[in-house]
């Protein structure tokens, strides 16, 4: 909404202004919308089977593809510091989480606002601090919470039903003859998403972040950059993915 966006506005603006005063470069970037167009509405708009065709589960393809959105102006900054000048900026902007010790089992306390960085400070401003304002802040969540719960619940009963071992069996079979073994529905995609983290080295970041929690420490917000990924490879999983895929959509369409 009109709303939303002079919020957006506010809150960039703000950013900019507190980035200012620890000495940094930031531009305000918002994009409404209905300036530019979404290269994946005509994409959802196919039949499961063409989809599944063109684009497999969507995952290193579409997530992968190039859009007209224009870049933000931010990420050519950050491109022109130092390593030490972009670890300086990051701290500004988020805030420093590095270091900060905590016991297991005991709830995580976020420093002053004063102390963290100018996402926060600015957040605060406008939509309200999330760790203690929380009447001003609505986690967008939280009104389908009850909903989520139902439907997890109703898909539990619905997978647990022996009706349904016949039907899960021949797509296994079916699965298995198109030289994709899998034991569960859903568990293509998961591998294709799976293959995408590794490939962006998100698997790297997590084994990082896990070490540092083993030790006490929470790592900077931030902290991840995706991994410049070879195109010969991401040609490798997009082949892997259109063609699982599309053996899913059949096997189920025949089968389940």
């Known amino acids: 909404t009109e709303e939303d966006l002079q919020q957006q506005r506010e809150f960039e603006n703000l950013v900019q202004q507190c980035m200012r005063d620890e000495g940094f470069e930031y531009v305000p970037y918002v994009v409404d ?31 992968m593809a190039e859009s007209d959105l224009p870049e933000d102006p ?4 950050r491109r022109g510091l130092s390593p030490q000048a972009l670890a300086e900026y990051e701290r500004a902007l988020y805030g420093d989480m590095a270091g900060q010790e905590f016991s297991e089992g005991e709830e995580w306390t976020p420093p002053p606002l004063e102390d963290r960085g100018c996402y926060d400070k600015a957040s605060a401003q406008v939509w309200g601090d999330p760790y ?17 719960e139902s439907l997890w619940s109703i898909q539990e009963r619905f997978m647990s039903d022996p009706r349904m071992e016949e039907p899960t069996q021949n797509w296994r079979d079916c699965m298995a003859e198109a030289g994709h073994p899998f034991e569960m529905i859903g568990e293509p995609e998961q591998e294709v998403w799976r293959r995408m983290d590794e490939l962006q080295g998100w698997d790297e970041f997590m084994e990082l972040e896990e070490g540092a929690s083993a030790e006490g420490d929470l790592p900077a917000a ?11 490879e991401l040609e490798e999983l997009q082949e892997y993915e259109l063609a699982v895929a599309s053996a899913d959509v059949r ?6």
């Open 132 to 148: 203690e304002d929380e009447g001003n802040f609505r986690d967008p969540h939280q009104e389908f919470e009850s909903l989520m």
């Open 74 to 77: 931010n990420e050519e900054i």
């Open 33 to 63: 919308p209905s300036d530019w167009d979404s290269p994946f509405e005509d994409a959802y708009a196919l039949p499961p089977d063409e989809f599944a065709e063109q684009y497999g589960y969507g995952i290193s393809t579409l997530h």
């Open 251 to 256: 096997c189920k369409e025949e089968h389940y």
């Open 222 to 232: 931030g902290q991840f950059e995706p991994k410049e990924i070879d195109p010969a």
